[in-house]
């Protein structure tokens, strides 16, 4: 079930889950996705190791009990990017 | 207008009464102040369902819908409220604070047993959902946590 925003394409709305080509991860609602990268709103971010938690653990709670956001919105080059999912087809 | 500000502007109470009138046709109680909701949610017994309502798509098309499904279920909270974000501010802080071992999330769903918040349903849990996904999750819920 999508969103009013057609343009923005099937992702517009959703929180999802984009894993670089680096140890960082970043969780947000997805605003928008061009071939130029994405754009994220109420994003948090995590380094694999952050505060002693693996990208796996961080992931873990995120799917369970969502994110406190760092950023309002933060766009993710699409260079950076090595996959984009929803959060909550991880459960 | 700064982005800021827009964001800090409640929504138009016309635009969200119906999304609220749906909320107390499910027998919902509406807190509109912070006091309402300390009020509420400090009578501690029992089980109690707090629903963090919104503007957005996934609250009406499947949150709510969801929602008033899983009220149906035999087992279910003993009572249920709700703080509209976006509208009442001052409330939907006040009703996050006590959860706020969980991220803020709208929608979201909140269920208290003797004043412990012991399942959460966040947005992600509902976005992208049809309200009979939903609905099982929280009869899921439910049937674990209320008498």
């Known amino acids: 079930m999508g969103t009013f925003h057609d343009d923005k394409g099937e992702?517009?709305?959703?929180?999802?889950?984009?894993?670089?080509?680096?140890?960082?991860?970043?969780?947000g609602r997805c605003d928008t996705r061009t071939d130029e990268g994405i754009v994220l709103m109420d994003v948090d971010q995590h380094d694999d190791g952050q505060d002693g938690k693996t990208t796996a653990d961080y992931l873990d709670?995120?799917?369970?009990?969502?994110?406190?956001?760092?950023?309002?919105?933060?766009?993710?080059?699409?260079?950076?990017?090595?996959?984009?999912?929803r959060l909550g087809e991880l459960r | 207008m700064p982005a800021s500000s827009m964001a800090a502007m409640p929504y138009d109470p016309q635009?969200?009464?119906?999304?609220?009138?749906?909320?107390?046709e499910m027998g919902a109680a509406e807190l509109t102040t912070g006091q309402e909701v300390d009020d509420f949610l400090n009578a501690r017994d029992g089980t109690v369902l707090l629903f963090v309502n919104s503007v957005c798509g996934?609250?009406?098309?499947?949150a709510r819908p969801g929602l008033r499904v899983a009220l149906g279920n035999d087992k279910k909270p003993d009572r249920v409220a709700?703080?509209?974000?976006?509208?009442?501010?001052?409330?939907t802080a006040k009703a996050r604070s006590h959860f706020s071992q969980f991220p803020p999330s709208s929608?979201?769903?909140?269920?208290?047993?003797?004043?412990?918040?012991?399942?959460?349903?966040?947005?992600?849990?509902?976005?992208?959902?049809?309200?009979?996904?939903?609905?099982?999750?929280?009869?899921?819920?439910?049937?674990?946590f209320c008498a």
């Open chain 2, 58 to 62: 996934c609250a009406a098309g499947s």
């Open chain 2, 15 to 24: 635009l969200v009464a119906p999304m609220r009138q749906e909320m107390v």
């Open chain 1, 61 to 85: 709670f995120a799917v369970k009990y969502g994110v406190f956001k760092k950023h309002d919105m933060l766009r993710v080059p699409a260079g950076e990017i090595a996959d984009v999912s």
């Open chain 2, 107 to 144: 929608p979201s769903a909140v269920l208290f047993r003797n004043g412990e918040a012991v399942y959460y349903m966040p947005r992600h849990m509902i976005e992208g959902r049809d309200p009979p996904s939903v609905a099982f999750e929280l009869v899921t819920a439910f049937d674990e």
């Open chain 2, 82 to 91: 709700t703080v509209f974000a976006g509208q009442h501010a001052e409330a």
């Open chain 1, 11 to 27: 992702l517009h709305g959703m929180t999802v889950v984009v894993r670089t080509h680096g140890p960082r991860v970043y969780v």
